[in-house]
């Protein structure tokens, strides 16, 4: 995604949670696993809260380097 696209995601509201799937060494992988992972992630983090965590939605990158977390994180405002 482009950073202007982040920006226009970020003035939807305050997130709490940003996940940037990446397809490192296997695109194969990321298709297969990447939504069941989600909704394990999110089933795991909200158990026991008082009201579920606000995420942003998932960032989809391709031959994504591990650093663009921080700088979509960044663009999102999502708290470290």
Same mark, same amino acid.
């Given at each position: &995604?482009? %950073? ?13 949670? !940003? ?5 490192? /060494?296997?695109?194969? %992988? ?7 992972? /989600?909704?394990? /992630?999110?089933? &795991?983090?909200? !158990?026991?809260?008082?009201? %579920?965590?606000?995420? !942003?939605?998932?960032?989809? %990158? ?6 663009? &977390? ?9 708290? /470290?």
């Amino acid at each position: &995604a482009s %950073a202007e696209l982040l920006q226009a995601l970020a003035g939807a509201g305050p997130t709490d949670l !940003a996940v940037v799937l990446g397809d490192g /060494l296997s695109a194969v %992988a990321l298709q297969r696993h990447a939504r069941p992972v /989600l909704q394990a /992630l999110k089933a &795991a983090l909200d !158990a026991g809260r008082g009201r %579920a965590l606000r995420w !942003a939605p998932p960032v989809v %990158a391709t031959q994504a380097r591990v650093a663009l &977390a921080d700088e979509v994180g960044q663009i999102l405002g999502v708290p /470290l």
